[in-house]
């Protein structure tokens, strides 16, 4: 079972500054990320069950909170490490002092809209509708950026905002013509609803766009000042993520039996989204993926969600393997 944190135990290791030890004499590194239903809160699930950071020498501990919390713990400091960090995200964050690093890619970008409106049937469609979605993630930043490829004008899209626990109100409710989701949601919403909702995919033009699959969305950051304390961890931390990367591939049914168990998402549900390539693991160091990292940032300019470029620092280039 997970460990969940209290806000005074963050605080006091974050003054701190430094690893703790385990009763079982492996370092304790916290990490946050957002709370279920999440790509973060799956990831480390899967890692947690299978102990695959015991496997490397380091006990990560996770701390789940709500989107916005998370983001804003981690620019301020509260948190060291995350695996909250959406490259988008990260790179405003960069840009607006927080001296933290992108140490390297845990899964590729993907998300949808759900839809029972019948007169909804691609992005396109959206002009003079409604569109309920989390617009404080990258998912929606890079829905923006696909939606102008396509000539959407989203000024003319009545946007609504809310937390990830109010998305399916308003898909249910039918408040919205349209929902953004990112998985395990639309897999456990299909699953429980057969038939009744439309799923709506985009990320797949990254491809017809840029003429080569997208790779780098969400991954490990943390900052300057703990990596500078704790250099020799990464590898440790990256070997735990890697290792999972390398064993859901043969073992999907394994995997949705723990995602059921501890997050509540339908067997089904979860095996939905792995068999249809929506839970896209790739783990790799961010300086081998340096190109298309910046590829994203450009995506991140156009869709307006920052005005620049981040500097060069914010990819880690330190030893990962």
């Known amino acids: 079972m997970f460990r969940f944190i209290t806000s005074l135990l963050i605080a006091a290791v974050a003054l701190a500054g430094a690893a703790t030890v385990s009763a079982q004499g492996l370092t304790k590194v916290q990490i946050s990320s957002f709370d279920k239903p999440s790509y973060g809160h799956t990831t480390a699930v899967l890692i947690e069950a299978n102990g695959f950071d015991k496997k490397h020498g380091i006990d990560l501990e996770w701390v789940f909170k709500p989107a916005r919390v998370t983001h804003a713990d981690f620019a301020i400091g509260r948190d060291k490490i995350t695996i909250a960090s959406a490259l988008l995200s990260e790179a405003n964050r960069r840009l607006k002092g927080v001296k933290s690093v992108y140490l390297f890619n845990v899964l590729n970008g993907h998300s949808a809209l759900l839809t029972s409106n019948p007169a909804v049937n691609s992005i396109n469609d959206l002009e003079g509708k ?16 696909f939606a102008h490829k396509a000539g959407v004008d989203l000024s003319k899209v009545a946007v609504q905002s809310t937390g990830l626990s109010g998305l399916a109100t308003y898909l249910m409710a039918n408040r919205a013509d ?9 897999s456990k919403i299909l699953v429980g609803n057969p038939g009744k909702f439309k799923m709506i995919e985009y990320f797949h033009q990254w491809e017809a766009i840029h ?10 950051a943390a900052h300057e000042s703990w990596i500078n304390a704790n250099k020799e961890l990464i590898p ?8 999972l990367s390398t064993w859901l591939p043969t ?18 549900a979860f095996l939905m989204a792995l068999s249809a390539a929506r839970y896209p693991l790739d783990v790799v160091p961010a300086a081998e993926i340096e190109g298309n990292i910046k590829a994203l940032f450009q995506a ?17 280039r330190g030893r990962v393997r």
Not at 130 to 145: C, I, M
Not at 251 to 268: F, L, S, W, Y
């Open 130 to 145: 409604t569109l309920a979605a989390v617009t404080v993630t990258t998912h929606y930043s890079l829905f923006r950026y």
């Open 178 to 186: 349209a929902v953004q989701f990112f998985e395990p949601s639309y």
């Open 211 to 220: 003429g080569a699959p997208q790779r780098g969305f969400l991954g490990v």
């Open 236 to 243: 440790k931390i990256y070997a735990a993520f890697a290792e």
């Open 251 to 268: 073992h999907h049914d394994e995997a949705a039996t723990i995602i059921e168990k501890e997050a509540g998402v339908p067997k089904e």
């Open 300 to 316: 991140g300019i156009e869709s307006g969600h920052m005005k620049m470029m981040p500097d060069d620092g914010i990819i880690y």
